[in-house]
């Protein structure tokens, strides 16, 4: 039997050579295309049995792509790869007869390479976060036009992932923003990951989170002026935001409280594990845990 072919759409490299290593290791044909324009080119080329597709990509976003497919009647059958479980695009999503979706805060690899082994042995996946009896449902290929896609434990995804509180960390230093997302995992929290002031302002407009841990000294547009689209240009007052800088000087300190900073953390003087547990009060102090 002929191997299985994926088509990734991936920005991320990093992400993506995971992805593509663990499905290839196991017998999947991957091609790989780090834009949705890219995609629609290589999804003529390779006729892929399957698309893992991300949300936010350059050039044309994961939305365009699926609203593409639909207005060519492509039935390819999709799983997303998100930063977000809100209920209003995983409704959008199953709108678009989408298989399942994973979240990246979440994310594991081997756990998305038995959702696609499982799809292509049953017809079917069994979502992670069901506990309802499994039910069987339609291959997205197979939909009536304009019909829903229900994937199993849909319903229980949707009202119970907005309930964690998501936690955006914006850090452009790799080895420590990965060492804080490990911390921070050891939490009930929804999490995100930003590297540049772009990315940041990205991701707090798509994803509203409850808190951002907030770097100043960034790629592109700097914390400071991160911090003044969500106070001034947003009028937000609500998310709570916590400062971690290699700056110590007062005036740097004085002016990200004058825009609305609970706090500033010098990060030569806290540990990532101090720099969780500065998150944990926050958001209990703003009634998002217990």
């Known amino acids: 039997m002929p191997a299985k072919s994926i088509l990734l759409l991936e920005d991320d490299d990093n992400l993506a050579v995971l992805i593509q290593d663990v499905f290839e290791r196991h017998g999947y044909v991957v091609v790989r295309g780090k834009n949705g324009a890219e995609g629609l080119r290589l999804l003529k080329q390779a006729a892929p049995d399957l698309i893992l597709l991300d949300l936010q990509m350059p050039e044309m976003n994961g ?78 290929h197979a939909l009536p036009e304009g019909s829903e896609a229900v994937w199993p434990g849909k319903e229980r995804r949707a009202v119970r992932e907005p309930q964690k ?87 740097h300190r004085e002016e990200v409280e004058q825009l609305g900073a609970q706090r500033y953390m010098v990060k030569a003087n806290v540990s990532p594990g101090e720099i969780a547990k500065v998150v944990e009060e926050e958001l209990r102090a703003a009634g998002k845990v217990a």
Do not use: W
């Open 63 to 140: 939305y365009q792509v699926l609203e593409s497919l639909r207005k060519e009647g492509n039935r390819v059958p999709v799983i997303v790869i998100s930063n977000s479980g809100q209920p209003v695009e995983l409704q959008r999503l199953a709108e678009f007869g989408v298989v399942d979706y994973l979240i990246k805060a979440e994310f594991d690899p081997t756990e998305l390479l038995g959702l696609v082994d499982q799809f292509f042995t049953q017809g079917r996946v069994e979502g992670r976060n069901s506990t309802a009896e499994n039910v069987e449902a339609a291959e997205p």
């Open 165 to 251: 509180p998501k936690v955006l960390v914006v850090e452009d230093d790799v080895f420590l923003a990965d060492i804080i997302m490990q911390k921070l995992r050891q939490y009930p929290y929804e999490l995100a990951l930003a590297r540049t002031g772009e990315e940041a302002i990205q991701c707090y407009d798509s994803q509203h989170p409850d808190l951002i841990l907030l770097d100043l000294l960034l790629p592109g547009i700097s914390g400071i002026e991160v911090l003044r689209h969500i106070r001034s240009v947003r009028n937000d007052a609500t998310t709570r935001v916590v400062v971690v800088s290699n700056f110590s000087e007062e005036g």
